[in-house]
């Protein structure tokens, strides 16, 4: 057996080697996308209701009040509301991502719901092209059967020849009489 050669830590190698992975000694925080995008739902989702608006217009009134009324020793945010603006500011800074990540996780359901209709609407669409050339091919093959008036009619004919030979026949036997 060939004895494999130890090459040294710094050594290259060839193009076809695959490298070591390295790890890295601080790793990436990971976290699960799904829960994640589906908490940005529920949070888009509140944020879009009647209870929303009242809340925030509720603590709006309350911030401003308490501010305003309270003694100037209790008071923590003065007349300019600069960390009211700040809160709120704060609060739409991580809403319209959220948001956002909400929108786009729709966006790819309702793509993947109008895939869905697309190819069950391709495949009606096929269903009834058969069905409709199964029927022109029915209807052609009835043509050329012969229907129940038909048979009535030519029945008819056929009694009524069958009379006027019989009567043919009895003028044709009293006139050899």
């Known amino acids: 057996m060939a004895e494999r050669r130890r090459e040294p830590r ?6 076809d ?13 990971t976290y699960d996308a799904d829960a994640f995008g589906s908490f940005a739902e529920q949070f888009a989702r509140f944020m879009g209701t009647a209870r929303f608006l009242l809340y925030m217009t509720l603590f709006v009134v ?45 966006e790819d359901r309702d793509r993947v ?32 059967v012969a229907t129940r008036d038909y048979l009535r009619s030519e029945l008819r004919s056929l009694l009524s020849e069958l009379d006027e030979r019989a009567r043919d026949d009895e003028t044709d036997a009293t006139s050899e009489d």
């Open 17 to 29: 080697t695959p490298t070591e992975v390295r790890r890295p000694l601080v790793r990436r925080p």
């Open 62 to 106: 309350v911030w401003l009040v308490w501010n305003v009324v309270a003694p100037p020793d209790l008071r923590w945010d003065p007349y300019a509301f600069i960390f009211l603006t700040l809160m709120l500011s704060l609060q739409a800074s991580y809403a319209a991502p959220l948001i956002l990540l909400a929108q786009n996780r729709q």
């Open 113 to 144: 719901i109008a895939e869905r209709d697309r190819q069950a609407n391709a495949r009606a669409h096929a269903d009834m092209e058969f069905l409709a050339r199964e029927v022109a091919s029915l209807r052609m093959a009835i043509g050329e």
């Open 10 to 15: 710094g050594a290259r190698k060839g193009l």
